[in-house]
């Protein structure tokens, strides 16, 4: 009896999912958009690739096209070692890379204000002269000679330097000085980090976070004269 009061109570409910009008909701659709498919990249990077200029991650919205395309490339290819980075591109086609650069490049989105930390005077100004004048008794040419005088990049592959973590930018140096982060020859980056002593390191981070963006942060067009190293285009 117990067995056939339950098929019983199983049938009506059968019969009560079968009426009119109590059809189960239809299956949420998501949007098979580019937009969608980079949701993976936001918890390291950011909503739409903005991150805070707080940590370690770069902001990567706003980007000139050809330096992401090229770094997405890095990253697949192991010139830059990421294992978390690697994993999410190491499948993908140069293609489609492309359109992942493309679509976060054309991202117009605002920034953070700089983040206000004390720094002894004389770490920023020895930051501020390397980025604006260079030191030509290290050979090095001033960061704005490449990156442009505003420091937002200059298209379609140096990157601006500008909205950038600290902790981030001095990893990035260190990475190339040490090898862990490698271009195409000539590998100018990688020339330049190992001529730039730690506290030179740090000093150049401290003044580039501190600095706020200009009003149109978008890369230059190009730069006035030509660059003073040469460089292979993946490393820029």
């Not at 992401?68 to 294992?83: A, E, M, S, T, V």
């Not at 930390?117 to 960061?143: F, H, K, M, T, Y």
């Not at 000539?186 to 200009?214: F, G, K, N, W």
């Amino acid at each position: 009896m117990r067995v056939a009061a339950r098929h019983l109570a199983l049938g009506l409910l059968l019969a009560a999912s079968l009426r009119p009008g109590l059809a189960a909701p239809p299956p949420h659709r998501v949007p098979d958009t580019l937009a969608q498919r980079v949701q993976a990249c936001t918890p390291c990077h950011g909503a739409q690739g903005v991150a805070t200029r707080d940590g370690y991650f770069p902001r990567i919205a706003g980007k000139p096209d050809g330096y992401l395309y090229r770094q997405l490339l890095n990253f697949r290819d192991g010139r830059r070692q990421n294992p978390a980075m690697a994993r999410l591109v190491e499948n993908l086609t140069d293609a489609y890379l492309q359109e992942i650069a493309a679509h976060f490049a054309a991202l117009d989105l605002p920034h953070e204000p700089p983040p206000m930390r004390a720094a002894p005077a004389a770490e920023s100004a020895r930051g501020a002269q390397i980025v604006r004048q260079g030191d030509a008794a290290r050979r090095l040419p001033a960061c704005a000679a490449c990156h442009g005088a505003a420091m937002t990049g200059v298209a379609p592959d140096v990157p601006g330097l500008l909205g950038l973590p600290r902790d981030y930018l001095i990893a990035q140096l260190g990475a190339w000085r040490t090898g862990l982060r490698r271009a195409h020859a000539p590998d100018c980056m990688a020339d330049i980090a190992r001529r730039l002593p730690e506290p030179d390191i740090a000093a150049v981070a401290t003044y580039l976070s501190q600095q706020p963006m200009p009003r149109d942060p978008r890369p230059a067009k190009a730069l006035p004269e030509p660059m003073p190293l040469a460089c292979g285009v993946a490393a820029r």
